[in-house]
């Protein structure tokens, strides 16, 4: 322990001596380990923003859509023609016991004005379970109920975007509303969505029963058909069963035999959370590793000045080698003092980086996210180099012939 304190003492000493030339060895550090912590914090940040757009749809969820279809020789595209209908909602609820919610969609666009004020926006006929399905919370008012989808009511749940062009900071609960020139009543406010993965606002919509789109609003060759399920399995552990439960049975309704080629697919969208996760992990991974490249770089040039101070003071090694000082003690001597640059170097870094991250935030508005374990990574990274780098330079001066050193000039 004394050795130890000693050699810190001198290492200390000579790092002051020479002050400038030990903030300039430092700088290739800082730089490594405040680009190291960005780059990592701008990663994890970006990957933060994906699974939040994802999570924002919803959890344990499948999409199904309409399929390609074949008529009189002539094949459409995939969701060219409605092929799913609000019964095939209902059988899926009521024959698949894996499946917690379904909810039944139809979507359209249209114009929507209020008092001198009107905004083009998304116009979809829903079911009560979209709200469940998608975790979307009712901040004031209320959601609808079955009786408002049986009965096709003139009810409507307005997004935050919606809201803002419109009524501004006065509360829409109540307020009547014309959806393409058809009066509709306010009944509840959207909790805020935020951005989905495609780069839309999801805020910039209008809910209304989904009879009533069906009816009057959107429409369609067939009043009974849909655009799309929103299916919510009972829990992670079942969407698999979920999916191949609703497959068999959409088979059946459809008719879908070996020969023929289903007029639907399902996407599962927890899988695509899964490789969107992946993806974004993959990249923080490659930014924090080039960004390593610079701590190398960095490792390289302590190596390279402590050599020169091997050099400088090779007959202060002689004299204390002469007086009775071992191997190990010169040994540590210059491990330390690498270890201490490095050290010093990574906490400056550390500073650097996390300022950096928050400034690459408020200027750009790009994410952030700085971790602590990021942080002692580095940390132990930086002293690490120090040993790494500093010890051939180290072993160097400890192995010199005292009376060679004496005689230096």
Not at 169 to 174: E, I, S
Not at 260 to 268: A, F, G, H, L, V
Not at 271 to 299: N, T
Request: aromatic fraction near 6%.
């Amino acid at each position: 322990m004394t050795t130890f304190l000693q050699s810190f003492r001198i290492a200390l000493r000579a790092l002051r001596v020479n002050k400038m030339r030990a903030l300039l060895t430092m700088l290739g550090i800082i730089i490594g380990i405040a680009a190291v912590i960005a780059m990592v914090a701008i990663g994890a940040g970006a990957s933060k923003m994906i699974s939040d757009q994802i999570a924002s749809i919803g959890s344990n969820l499948l999409l199904v859509l309409p399929g390609s279809v074949t008529s009189g020789g002539m094949r459409s595209g995939s969701g060219a023609t409605q092929t799913l209908t609000y019964d095939d909602a209902k059988a899926i609820r009521s024959e698949c016991p894996s499946v917690a919610q379904v909810a039944p969609t139809v979507r359209g666009s249209g114009q929507v004005v209020y008092g001198n004020q009107n905004w083009s926006t998304v116009i979809t006929g829903v079911t009560p379970e979209m709200l469940v399905v998608r975790d979307w919370a009712v901040i004031s008012g209320r959601n609808f109920t079955q009786s408002d989808v049986d009965g096709a009511t003139k009810y409507c749940l307005i997004g935050q975007t919606v809201a803002e062009n419109l009524f501004g900071d006065t509360d829409p609960v109540g307020k009547v509303i014309r959806v393409r020139k058809i009066p509709f009543t306010v009944v509840g406010l959207l909790d805020r969505k935020g951005q989905s993965p495609q780069g839309q606002d999801q805020d910039d919509i209008i809910y209304v029963p989904l009879t009533t789109a069906q009816r009057k609003l959107i429409g369609g060759q067939f009043p009974n058909t849909v655009g799309a399920l929103m299916i919510q399995a009972k829990s992670a552990e079942v969407l698999k069963k979920a999916e191949e439960e609703v497959t068999a049975l959409l088979n059946q309704r459809h008719r879908v035999g070996p020969s023929r080629e289903p007029d639907y697919m399902i996407r599962n969208l927890s899988e695509i959370l899964a490789v969107s996760e992946q993806s974004s992990k993959v990249m923080s991974m490659l930014l924090g590793a080039v960004a390593s490249i610079s701590l190398v770089v960095g490792g390289i040039g302590i190596m390279n000045i402590m050599l020169v101070s091997v050099t400088e003071r090779t007959r202060e090694i002689g004299i204390r080698i002469a007086i009775g000082a071992k191997q190990r003690d010169i040994l540590l001597q210059f491990l330390t003092e690498a270890v201490l640059l490095t050290t010093f170097g990574g906490l400056l870094g550390i500073l650097v980086g996390v300022a950096g991250a928050h400034l690459v935030a408020a200027l750009v508005g790009w994410p952030t996210l700085v971790s602590v374990h990021t942080i002692l990574i580095a940390f132990l990274f930086s002293a690490g180099v120090g040993v790494f780098f500093g010890f051939y330079p180290a072993r160097k001066a400890s192995s010199l012939n005292p009376i060679d050193a004496l005689r230096y000039e």
